[in-house]
């Protein structure tokens, strides 16, 4: 009877590596879908892959017709095609607020768009690549002198008191302030832009006030309807100098209204927003020709305003390099053909001017990777990623393979090895295993699950060569068999002993089948031998 299985062909060197590489090449692939993923959601602009495969073709929103933001995106335009590795394309939209949801919701984009539409506490900053100021715009409220000086007579004012007084925004105006602001026809800018909120952010805030309803204009027609009487007060959050603000502020008809410092905070805090209190000194320039200097007209003299800043915001997907070269287009030193030039003072005092370029394009030289850096950051969490997910699978497999062969060697135990028990003189609680005349099928069967665990440990020692088993694992496997092998050297010299008590017909040569195979040891072959040839003898 062979009970050793030594014919099953065992698998080569070549069968380890095919399957290791296998699991290399998941492992690899797995790691990179997770590099995607994680820098995507921490840090998209980062993803080599984005670097490698970044488009040169950029939309830029540039806001409504007529607007600075339009002079910035044609300059943009033109430049970026000669100047420039990319390419911008300018589409106007509705102002800011249209800006700024453009910017998050379509990819290769650029966009301005001011800290009011887009304030610093708002969740949706998170999802833009990169923002960093342009330039300062400043809140201009022009009103028209007639129609103040006709609500401070209205309100009970003396004709000194329309020459003395001028309206100004504060928490609580006074009397001939709130008098205007009733009767007053307010522009408050068009639907969606940055004007329009400030405008009724600061409005809402007055003690006093009551809300109504603003007029709906763009500048220009705004402007029209102040000269043409058809409004009183104008809002116009705009950068400056501009050309036709500094024709209304030389126009005695008209005059600017302050923001009371207090009023400012008061917004801030109300609407979390980071207003500056700024002024309009160095803006608005005449020439003293008696001094032969420079000062700054008499309508911005004493005008305290609100300024916020112009971010520029790119989408999230947009990487370093693109945004470097869009801000070195943007530099002062490049950056004159959009600009408005209102004096001879102030036509090289450009707006842009308030904010230093060279900072921020070092800063994000500084803080965002290069292709190189990124392409190095790639490599190693991949590889790190890798190893780590080589290994947990190697070792899954693994343990999923030895569990599974504990449990085949536990069944055939169970089938084969178990022997059968009877409870012999109850009351003394002696438990005796029966053997009876069934000796020689119960010796068949234990050599059948012998020959059946080893067939396992066959194919177990086939997976461990093809690498599906670790070391750990199949030395913790063969640990196991060797008991099962002990226990069956035992059960079977029980079995072959008791099948000679019992006179079975059990031959010296299966004996010696039983010794060579190695399941017998030499003293039990010995000694088995010797009490069936007495037997033999005792029988002729």
Known sequence: MNVSGNGHHLPTTTKFSQFRTVIAVVSIFVAV???????????????IFRMLNDNSKFKFYSGPPNGIYIKIGNYLSAKSKD?????????????????????????????????????????????????????????????????FKKAVLKAGGSKEDTIK?????????????????????????????????????????????????????????????????????HFAMMGDPISWIDSLIKNSDYGLISIDPVLNAKVNSTYKLNLQLTDF???YMICDEEKGEWIDQEGVKNITTSGSYVNLFASYDITAGPIIE?????????????????????????QLAEVNFDLPIKRIEYEMTTRSQSGILFLLIVFFASMAIFWFLINFISRTKIARYFRIINEIYQDHFTPKFQLKHASVGIVTPIIGREATPKIREICTGYQKIFNVRNRAYSDYKNGKITERDYKGLLKG???????????????????????????PGSLQDFFVAGVLKSNDYEQLLKLLRGKNELVN
């Open 33 to 47: 879908l997770a590099y995607i993923f994680v820098i995507n959601y921490w840090a998209p602009s980062d993803n």
């Open 83 to 147: 100047e420039s590795d990319i390419t911008i394309v300018q589409e106007s939209t509705d102002g800011d607020i249209d800006n700024w949801n453009k910017v998050l919701t379509h990819p290769n984009s650029f966009t301005l768009a001011n800290e009011v539409s887009a304030p610093l506490n708002e969740d949706n900053r998170s999802k833009a690549n990169f923002i960093t100021p342009v330039y300062m715009e400043r809140l201009h409220i022009f009103y028209r002198k007639d129609t």
């Open 165 to 233: 007084a001028k309206p100004m925004l504060t928490v609580k105006p006074d009397k001939f302030t709130n008098a205007f602001l009733s009767v007053a026809k307010i522009n408050g800018g068009k639907q969606g832009s940055g004007t329009r909120l400030i405008a009724s952010y600061f409005l809402n805030v007055i003690e006093g006030f009551e809300s109504k309803s603003l007029l709906d204009n763009l500048h220009t027609t705004g402007i029209k309807m102040l000269k043409g009487g058809d409004s009183d007060i």
């Open 281 to 283: 000194k160095g803006k």
């Open 326 to 350: 869009l801000l070195e287009l943007l530099n002062i030193a490049e950056a004159k053909d959009f600009q408005l030039e209102t004096s001879e003072y102030n036509k090289d005092n450009y």
């Open 481 to 507: 068999f060797q008991v099962i092998t002990n226990n069956f050297k035992t059960v079977l010299h029980q079995q072959i002993y008791y099948g000679i008590k019992n006179d079975e017909q059990i031959e």
